[in-house]
T-cell receptor, first 113, second 112 residues
Framework: DTAVSQTPKYLVTQMGNDKSIKCEQN?????MYWYKQDSKKFLKIMFS???????INETVPNRFSPKSPDKAHLNLHINSLELGDSAVYFC????????????FGPGTRLTVL | DAKTTQPPSMDCAEGRAANLPCNHS???????VYWYRQIHSQGPQYIIH???NNETNEMASLIITEDRKSSTLILPHATLRDTAVYYC?????????????FGPGTRLSVLP
């Protein structure tokens, strides 16, 4: 069983479009994250949610809006896509109150044309 | 978060031990050392973590110096599948609001 899953795996779209990436974890964790890995391979935190509440919001354009309908899901919606949004987006989850080992999803490769 | 310094790349012969160093000279007393790796374009994978004692699990060993200013991740018998980017991160555990800061890591190439 996949612990952290993301859909879609690949997403190709035009500039200006709005798109969403979904993430689900079946580990019973209470904290979920979104990371962005750009073409230079640097992995940067974007958001962190704990029990459906936003904990961390790094300097991310407000075109990016995370939505957590429940503890097991953290979706990422992106409005007015730009060329610079092309990257691989990783979702992760962890159980706070402990060592904070994070489990990562397989990633979604977003290409904006 | 304390900053970490790792060599950008290393090679290791298949079957030999891979020793990956990490400097974290500004680590504070309540910060743990975590190691993750990223194989090709997959999501990062947790390897091991420690506070001050040496740790071992089925994947690797973590050796932390007595002053905690540096550590070494040891893969005892490297295989081709261990070729990956290895990230050393220091972070306080049990902290809801603190994120992981991934640096550029060390690209380990295991050679046949």
């Amino acid at each position: 069983d996949t612990a952290v899953s993301q859909t879609p795996k690949y997403l190709v779209t035009q500039m200006g479009n709005d798109k969403s990436i979904k993430c689900e974890q079946n580990l019973g964790h209470d904290t979920m994250y979104w990371y962005k890995q750009d073409s230079k391979k640097f992995l940067k935190i974007m958001f962190s949610y704990n029990n459906k509440e936003l904990i961390i919001n790094e300097t991310v354009p407000n075109r990016f809006s995370p939505k957590s309908p429940d503890k097991a899901h953290l979706n990422l919606h992106i409005n007015s896509l730009e060329l610079g949004d092309s990257a691989v987006y990783f979702c992760a989850s962890s159980q706070e109150g402990g060592i904070n080992e994070q489990f990562f999803g397989p990633g979604t490769r977003l290409t904006v044309l | 978060d304390a900053k970490t310094t790792q060599p950008p790349s290393m090679d290791c012969a298949e079957g030999r031990a891979a020793n990956l160093p990490c400097n974290h000279s500004t680590i504070s007393g309540n910060e743990y050392v975590y190691w993750y790796r990223q194989i090709h374009s997959q999501g990062p994978q947790y390897i091991i973590h420690g506070l001050k004692n040496n740790e071992t699990n089925e994947m690797a060993s973590l050796i932390i110096t007595e002053d905690r200013k540096s550590s070494t991740l040891i893969l005892p018998h490297a295989t081709l599948r261990d070729t990956a980017v290895y990230y050393c991160i220091v972070r306080v555990a049990w902290n809801y609001g603190q994120n992981f800061v991934f640096g550029p890591g060390t690209r380990l190439s295991v050679l046949p």
